[in-house]
T-cell receptor, first 112, second 113 residues
Framework: RKEVEQDPGPFNVPEGATVAFNCTYS??????FFWYRQDCRKEPKLLMS???SGNEDGRFTAQLNRASQYISLLIRDSKLSDSATYLC?????????????FGTGTRLKVLA | EAGVVQSPRYKIIEKKQPVAFWCNPI?????LYWYLQNLGQGPELLIR????????DSQLPKDRFSAERLKGVDSTLKIQPAELGDSAVYLC???????????FGPGTRLTVL
């Protein structure tokens, strides 16, 4: 089992739709969680951190479920500009240090 | 504020040749990361520096890859000799002490022929 798993997609959704992605992680000692956005041939950029209580930033909502070891990202009222790859990132503790593990990413295409 | 700077942006070399990538992190960021990203995959950590010290190089293929960050600022990643399978995007990222947010540079796209 991979340490961080994501459905690669693509998710093709019409403008205005709501779409959700999940990401599962294997290490129960994982400490922090993030969603990054990566546009085609560009570098990843932080979209939002994910907190235990869940957090929301405009049309984006992130949730953490420690019991089931997954995080989610919900995008409401999708825009064409939301088309990108969404990378799940987990900070895993290992051998007294830590490591950021990236998922393979989920591709989203918002269609006009 | 200037972002993470990487050069070159693109590099095409023949196999068995050496290649080097350079990274200048955001000013004041003491943590520097080198990642490798293959098409359709997420970034994979090669090495992480805290100031001058390489604190995690467990994923760095040390037979052909080397890295340095001599003054705790700029960093260089080298491959010698390059193999066909090294074709990928090499990303540099930095973060400030104790912070989780990583800021990525634009990457160097390496093609090995």
């Amino acid at each position: 089992r991979k340490e961080v798993e994501q459905d690669p997609g693509p998710f093709n959704v019409p403008e205005g739709a709501t779409v959700a992605f999940n990401c599962t992680y294997s290490n129960s000692a994982s400490q922090s969680f993030f969603w990054y956005r990566q546009d085609c041939r560009k570098e990843p950029k932080l979209l939002m951190s994910v907190y235990s209580s869940g957090n929301e930033d405009g049309r984006f909502t992130a949730q953490l479920n420690r019991a089931s070891q997954y995080i989610s990202l919900l995008i409401r009222d999708s825009k064409l500009s939301d088309s990108a790859t969404y990378l799940c990132v987990v900070n895993m503790a290992a051998s007294g240090t830590y490591k950021y593990i990236f998922g393979t990413g989920t591709r989203l295409k918002v269609l006009a | 504020e200037a972002g993470v700077v990487q050069s070159p942006r693109y590099k095409i070399i023949e196999k068995k040749q050496p290649v080097a990538f350079w990274c200048n992190p955001i000013s004041g960021h003491n943590t520097l990361y080198w990642y490798l990203q293959n098409l359709g995959q997420g970034p994979e950590l090669l090495i992480r520096y805290e100031n001058e010290e390489a604190v995690d190089d467990s994923q760095l293929p040390k037979d052909r890859f080397s890295a340095e960050r001599l003054k705790g600022v700029d960093s260089t990643l080298k491959i010698q000799p390059a193999e066909l399978g090294d074709s990928a995007v090499y990303l540099c990222a930095s973060s400030s002490a104790g912070a989780d947010t990583q800021y990525f540079g634009p990457g160097t796209r390496l093609t090995v022929l």
